[in-house]
């Protein structure tokens, strides 16, 4: 008969006990083990999500149509941890699941030399990247800045997105920058005047850059995917605005201007069509914390909804600008023809538009009636606004966006893609996002470089003789005491 107060039964009980615990045990394990094969997480707590990828990478991961295969041939002599964890995020972004799935593996060229001369590499320390028939080679010195033989940054995701854009795509998109009016250059280095960063910064994103007169070729290309006008010192003809009409209604182009303050640019009936207004007039702000020490114009208000101002709010950035005209929608303009005009950026509630600004004697001073102020009832409230972007919103048997419109934006700032201007965060960030949403890449669109932190322990040998006692004496002495304790109450 079962007793379970029996020596014999409660041996079984113990056993079955056992048994069970073995069997859950059993069962957590291979349920966490299912979860992490098939359903992984991963998250980044350190403070600025710094082991991420960036916003701007992982849409482009996502929009990837072909798998790309990386092949990186580092050397054991050389510490590149930042690479090694940024590959592994590139392979983790696209999923186990993914048609189009970056395929990461590392190659040996010593220890594999056939396979390295197959895939045409004959030196450690460089990453190939491979799409169908186009490849792409990085060094690992290309993946970083240097200052004073030091790494100081690391610039990977930065060049392995370029290079991923590069090889996956098949076809750069063109960009056009308008010449033949005194407008800023994309060849030029000069810091003031010159585009040559903002070139560099596009061409590194797979676009291709060149120049364009419309008063000499009197057409626009048909693989223009984007025309950029900055800080035109004289008017465009009549002929040239037609064309521009027609690039961005019939073609439903893309447009980027940039209007300096004082110069005529002639473009007024093409910009109403739009819905924007660009006044004659200098931006001009009473509010310390809105002028910077060296008297720019620092501006904190942006839009919360668009793509082009959604990384300045989410990073806190800012734009400091030097002369810039107030830039606005056209409070006449009429909603009812698939026009969508907004302000993105816009002034502090102290700023007004000085329309006497070439009135050298006068001082500054806001003269209601006269000069520039905001609208009562216009968004953003008792701002004046700084960037304009309109999108023509074609529709097609009753749905809207189901046929590609046209994109401007336009900037009341000829400064803020110059070289010394695009070193500000802000004014790198709103510049190319403006780019990337004006040829339909509507994402986060900054990929900022990692700073590389160096940890060195410096003990002196009084310090390192402490130490050594410590691990020598303190530490067995504390596990000695506590066995005593333990035995002194277990004989109580």
């Known amino acids: 008969m079962f007793s379970p107060d029996s020596f014999r039964s409660a041996r079984w009980i113990r056993t079955l006990n056992l048994v069970l615990q073995a069997i859950l045990f059993l069962s957590l394990f291979s349920g966490l083990n299912y979860l992490a094969r098939n359903h992984p997480s991963r998250f980044d707590l350190t403070k600025h999500r710094r082991f991420s990828l960036s916003p701007e990478t992982l849409s482009y991961i996502q929009q990837l149509t072909r798998p790309v295969k990386i092949v990186a041939t580092l050397s054991e002599e050389n510490d590149n941890p930042e690479v090694r964890g940024l590959l592994r995020e590139y392979a983790n972004a696209t999923g186990a699941n993914s048609a189009a799935k970056i395929e990461v593996r590392y190659l040996d060229v010593y220890q594999n030399r056939r396979e390295a001369e197959a895939l045409g590499l004959e030196q450690a320390d460089v990453i190939l990247l491979l799409c169908g028939d186009k490849r792409r080679v990085l060094t690992i010195t290309e993946l970083y800045r240097y200052k004073d033989k030091q790494r100081e940054a690391f610039l990977g995701e930065q060049s392995l997105t370029a290079a991923l854009l590069d090889v996956s795509s098949p076809e750069r998109k063109k960009i056009y920058f308008l010449a033949g ?82 110069f005529p640019h002639g473009l007024e009936d093409l910009l109403l069509d739009w819905g924007i207004l660009v006044d004659d007039d200098l931006i001009l702000d009473t509010g310390p914390e809105n002028i910077s020490d060296n008297g720019d114009l620092v501006i904190w208000a942006f839009d919360k909804t668009h793509p082009i101002t959604q990384t300045l709010i989410n990073y806190q950035l800012k734009l400091v600008l030097g002369r810039t005209r107030s830039v606005r929608p056209d409070p006449g303009r009429s909603s009812g023809n698939g026009l969508n005009t907004l302000t993105l950026a816009a002034t502090s ?108 322990l410096s003990l002196s040998a009084e310090t390192f003789l402490k130490l050594r006692y410590a691990l020598l004496f303190v530490l067995p002495g504390l596990a000695a005491l506590l066995g005593l304790v333990v035995y002194w109450t277990r004989r109580r």
Request: charged share 25%; aromatic share 8%.
């Open 181 to 262: 009016h005194g407008e800023l250059r994309p060849d030029d280095p000069d810091p003031t005047r010159g585009l040559s960063e903002a070139s560099a910064q596009l061409r590194i994103r797979n676009f291709d850059v060149d120049g364009l007169d419309l008063s000499v070729s009197r057409k626009i290309p048909a693989d223009a995917s984007l025309l950029i006008a900055v800080a035109p010192q004289s008017r465009y003809s009549p002929a040239e605005q037609e064309l521009l009409r027609e690039y961005l209604r019939t073609n439903a182009g893309r447009f980027l201007f940039f209007a300096a303050p004082g």
């Open 349 to 456: 509630k102290t700023a007004w538009g000085e329309v006497s600004y070439r009135d050298l004697n006068r001082l500054p001073q806001f003269n209601r009636g006269i000069d520039i102020s905001p609208l009562p009832g216009m968004d953003p409230e008792g701002r004046l606004g700084l960037i304009v972007a309109s999108e023509r919103l074609a529709v097609r048997d009753g749905l809207p966006f189901s046929v590609r419109g046209g994109r401007l934006v336009v900037f009341g700032s000829g400064e803020l893609p110059t070289n010394a201007r695009l070193i500000h965060a802000g004014n790198q960030n709103i510049f190319l996002n403006a780019v990337n949403w004006t040829v339909d890449r509507d994402t986060q669109l900054n990929i900022p470089a990692r700073p590389i932190e160096r940890f060195q």
